[in-house]
């Protein structure tokens, strides 16, 4: 049974909240990005996630800026005051959004085009796809030798990023009212696994246009599980990426159930 509730209009506010930019900035295109830089582009090798696979990691050279550097000059000096979130829009639909604290200390780059000169794209082994346009811009991390960068793999490396936006979020979409207090860490992991592609009432990416509440209520809890571990399992010719493939096993599934357990209990709100 799928639970349906129009939002009151407090909270409907604080949902809309998480939609509306403190800042936005559009990214401009290379040259014009390189003007107002004014010092030639980096390079930075990192272990491209999308093309590891265990525990052999790829390295490749990327060209750009360290990503402090670009959001200075697209939003000020004092940026990293502004919000506690950058939220980066990618061209087909994805929205990743990573807290302002992570730029501060650990390395990120926006980059733009490959350091030897071969076309800018990658394959994305996760999601069976060969060849995909990494620009106008790829957010790209320094993991060699950050243990905590590699086992979080792709998760917040967007690519074909259009725009950035400082942001100040509010989870209310996520938390509504009454939602006992041991689904919070469903809400969570959602925040985390899912909801870089996926809408949760209103609240995420817009890959897919549906909302995860409704959809997740259609599937038994051994189906839905196997559907986050494995997707093609369930579903032919997806491209969803399995769950934090470099988690242990018993993680990954404490983390899909979980998902299950809050997705079936929060209500569709409209």
Same mark, same amino acid.
């Given at each position: 049974?799928?639970?349906?509730?129009?939002?009151?209009?407090?909270?409907?506010?604080?949902?809309?909240?998480?939609?509306?930019?403190?800042?936005?900035?559009?990214?401009?295109?290379?040259?014009?990005?390189?003007?107002?830089?004014?010092?030639?582009?980096?390079?930075?090798?990192?272990?491209?996630?999308?093309?590891?696979?265990?525990?052999?990691?790829?390295?490749?050279?990327?060209?750009?800026?360290?990503?402090?550097?670009?959001?200075?000059?697209?939003?000020?000096?004092?940026?990293?005051?502004?919000?506690?979130?950058?939220?980066?829009?990618?061209?087909?639909?994805?929205?990743?959004?990573?807290?302002?604290?992570?730029?501060? /200390?650990?390395?990120?780059f926006i980059v733009f085009a490959r !350091?030897? @000169?071969?076309?800018?794209?990658?394959? #994305? *082994? $996760?999601q069976n796809e060969s060849d995909v346009?990494?620009?106008?811009?790829?957010?790209?991390?320094?993991?060699?030798?950050?243990?905590?960068?590699?086992?979080?793999?792709?998760?917040?490396?967007?690519?074909?990023?259009?725009?950035?936006?400082?942001?100040?979020?509010?989870?209310?979409?996520?938390?509504?009212?009454?939602?006992?207090?041991?689904?919070?860490?469903?809400?969570?992991?959602?925040? /985390?696994?899912?909801?870089?592609?996926?809408?949760?009432? !209103?609240? @995420?990416?817009?890959?897919?246009?549906? #909302? *995860? $509440?409704?959809?997740?209520?259609?599937?038994?809890?051994?189906?839905?599980?196997?559907?986050?571990?494995?997707?093609?399992?369930?579903?032919?010719?997806?491209?969803?990426?399995?769950?934090?493939?470099?988690?242990?096993?018993?993680?990954?599934?404490?983390?899909?159930?979980?998902?299950?357990?809050?997705?079936?209990?929060?209500?569709?709100?409209?």
């Open positions: 049974m799928c639970l349906r509730f129009t939002l009151p209009g407090a909270v409907l506010g604080l949902a809309l909240l998480a939609l509306s930019p403190l800042h936005a900035a559009e990214m401009p295109p290379v040259d014009d990005l390189q003007a107002r830089m004014g010092a030639p582009a980096g390079t930075v090798t990192v272990y491209e996630p999308h093309l590891s696979v265990g525990d052999e990691h790829v390295a490749v050279d990327y060209v750009g800026y360290p990503a402090v550097d670009v959001m200075e000059r697209l939003f000020g000096p004092d940026w990293q005051g502004e919000a506690e979130t950058v939220e980066f829009r990618a061209l087909d639909g994805y929205v990743s959004r990573i807290a302002v604290e992570r730029f501060m /200390t650990e390395g990120a !350091g030897d @000169g071969s076309p800018f794209t990658v394959d #994305n *082994l $996760a346009p990494l620009g106008p811009y790829y957010l790209a991390w320094d993991n060699i030798g950050n243990p905590a960068l590699l086992a979080e793999g792709a998760r917040n490396w967007p690519y074909q990023v259009a725009e950035v936006n400082l942001v100040t979020l509010s989870d209310a979409a996520l938390l509504p009212e009454g939602l006992d207090a041991r689904f919070h860490e469903g809400a969570a992991l959602a925040k /985390t696994h899912c909801l870089s592609c996926h809408l949760v009432n !209103g609240y @995420g990416g817009e890959k897919f246009e549906a #909302n *995860l $509440a409704e959809v997740a209520k259609v599937y038994e809890e051994a189906e839905f599980i196997r559907l986050v571990l494995a997707p093609l399992s369930v579903l032919e010719e997806t491209t969803m990426p399995p769950l934090a493939p470099r988690l242990d096993e018993p993680d990954r599934e404490r983390i899909a159930k979980a998902l299950f357990e809050y997705l079936n209990v929060l209500p569709v709100l409209e």
